[in-house]
């Protein structure tokens, strides 16, 4: 899984929304109707800022809820996690790769 930065899920979302505004019947307006390297900064700071806040309030809490929701399982499970016999499925990845605790909720 590919994790955006906040700027980087902007630009996908501006080029996107682009894209697809013609399927809808929609123009959008000339101002903001450019390549990403071309869109007014103050647009750009807005989209950035959006995203940002999604990140930080939808994403973020989420990842975290199922890395502790798989790891109760393999625990509960008692086997590690593997996918073949030499890897980790992704969540398995950042939890190792993640400082350490991961999440300091309680159940």
């Given at each position: 899984?590919?994790?955006h930065?906040?700027?980087?899920?902007?630009?996908l979302?501006?080029?996107?929304y682009?894209?697809?505004?013609?399927?809808f019947?929609?123009?959008?307006?000339?101002?903001s109707?450019?390549?990403w390297?071309?869109?007014?900064?103050?647009?750009?700071k807005?989209?950035?800022?959006?995203?940002a806040e999604?990140l930080?309030?939808?994403?973020?809490?989420?990842?975290?809820?199922?890395?502790?929701?798989?790891?109760?399982?393999?625990?509960?499970?008692?086997?590690p996690?593997?996918?073949?016999?030499?890897?980790?499925c992704?969540?398995?990845?950042?939890?190792?790769?993640?400082?350490a605790?991961?999440?300091?909720?309680?159940?």
């Amino acid at each position: 899984m590919k994790h955006h930065t906040a700027e980087e899920l902007a630009q996908l979302f501006h080029e996107t929304y682009e894209r697809l505004a013609p399927e809808f019947d929609y123009k959008t307006r000339e101002a903001s109707a450019k390549p990403w390297a071309d869109v007014p900064e103050t647009n750009k700071k807005l989209m950035i800022a959006v995203c940002a806040e999604i990140l930080d309030t939808e994403v973020v809490p989420l990842k975290r809820e199922i890395q502790v929701a798989h790891n109760v399982l393999l625990t509960e499970l008692g086997r590690p996690c593997a996918i073949g016999e030499q890897r980790l499925c992704a969540i398995c990845q950042e939890v190792a790769a993640a400082p350490a605790p991961v999440c300091t909720e309680t159940f």
